[in-house]
């Protein structure tokens, strides 16, 4: 891809208008105006003329795609942090570049992981309900008792960019912040976010107020938090996800909060998404969100323009920076 013509890239769902824009003046890109995914035959049938296939997180691109490419295709730019949608190994076997957009949802994701936080602490979405049911007969001493999070022990369960940065965020509320990672930070992060480390995961589990998930999903943090480890947490305890939903096995967290074996869990993800389980949907202690977690006009943008850079990078014939590289995951 070092000669002058235009790649041919395919995107696969609606992006924002100047990132489209861009694009169009830069290559010869075929876009997804109706913003409707593509099924896998679509999704084959696309890669079959494509030189850079610019997928999002809720595209499969397996095997059986990656196989299914023209010889021609070299760069799968993904609008995405999260690359479990990508069969990496088939693409490697097949010297395919795959690229994703780290870094530029940091500060967003941390925002509502932070919201979801307070929300199912405060029962701010049940007391929305009560207001727009007209059920709310006005203040009382004993009506809507939340939990004050203040003083409180977070235990962030990945402490990458999100994890970091969802730190700062609960100290400023006073939280007191502990983590367990694959790897121990650096001790000036350590010092700087007053955090304490947890080699042992288990016993992490079992002493936190509130559990946030910040790891990426892979094969070895898949049902991390089987139904074991959630037997670990203690009844008073909430939990938020913001990363994956495959993360959590989400039966047996749904039949613990239905049981008040845990107090609540605020949900930005679900394990077979957009499907949620029907009992979820039912219980007043927790707060269900549609993926939006990084869904900021600012954050698409800079998603878009991180694309743009890897696909002109890797035509000008030089490693794009947001290669993905399976050992670091």
């Not at 509502?112 to 199912?120: E, H, I």
């Not at 939340?146 to 730190?167: D, V, W």
């Not at 039966?251 to 499907?275: C, N, Y």
Request: neutral net charge; contains cysteine; aromatic residues 4%.
């Amino acid at each position: 891809m070092t000669d002058k013509k235009k790649p041919l890239v395919v995107v696969t769902r609606k992006l924002p208008d100047v990132i489209e824009t861009r694009m169009m003046e830069l290559f010869d890109t075929r876009l997804n105006p109706d913003d409707v995914p593509l099924t896998q035959d679509q999704m084959a049938e696309a890669v079959k003329i494509a030189d850079v296939l610019v997928p999002t997180v809720t595209d499969r691109i397996d095997r059986g795609v990656i196989e299914a490419a023209g010889p021609q295709l070299r760069l799968i730019a993904s609008f995405g942090t999260g690359v479990d949608h990508i069969d990496l190994k088939a693409a490697r076997e097949r010297g395919i570049v795959v690229t994703n957009t780290p870094g530029v949802l940091t500060e967003d994701t941390a925002d509502m992981t932070m919201a979801l936080l307070l929300a199912v602490a405060r029962r701010v979405a049940e007391g929305e309900r009560l207001v727009r049911s007209g059920q709310w007969k006005g203040w009382g001493p004993t009506t809507m008792l939340g939990h004050r999070i203040s003083g409180k022990r977070l235990g962030i369960l990945g402490m990458g960019r999100i994890g970091q940065a969802l730190a700062r965020r609960a100290r400023a509320f006073g939280m007191s912040i502990h983590y367990h990672n694959r790897r121990r930070v650096h001790p000036d992060v350590e010092q700087e976010l007053e955090a304490t480390y947890w080699e042992s995961l288990d016993q992490m589990l079992a002493r936190m107020d509130v559990v946030s998930i910040n790891c990426p999903h892979t094969p070895a943090t898949y049902h991390l938090l089987s139904e074991r480890r959630l037997k670990l947490l203690r009844p008073h305890c909430y939990i938020v996800n913001t990363s994956r939903g495959e993360v959590i096995d989400e039966t047996a967290l749904t039949r613990m909060l239905s049981k008040g074996e845990i107090a609540g869990a605020g949900l930005d993800v679900f394990e077979h998404e957009p499907a949620v389980n029907p009992k979820l949907l039912r219980l007043d202690n927790v707060v269900l969100l549609p993926h939006m977690g990084s869904a900021t006009i600012e954050g698409r943008i800079d998603m878009g323009e991180k694309v743009v850079i890897n696909i002109r990078t890797f035509a000008d014939g030089h490693t794009p920076p947001d290669r993905v590289i399976e050992t670091l995951l």
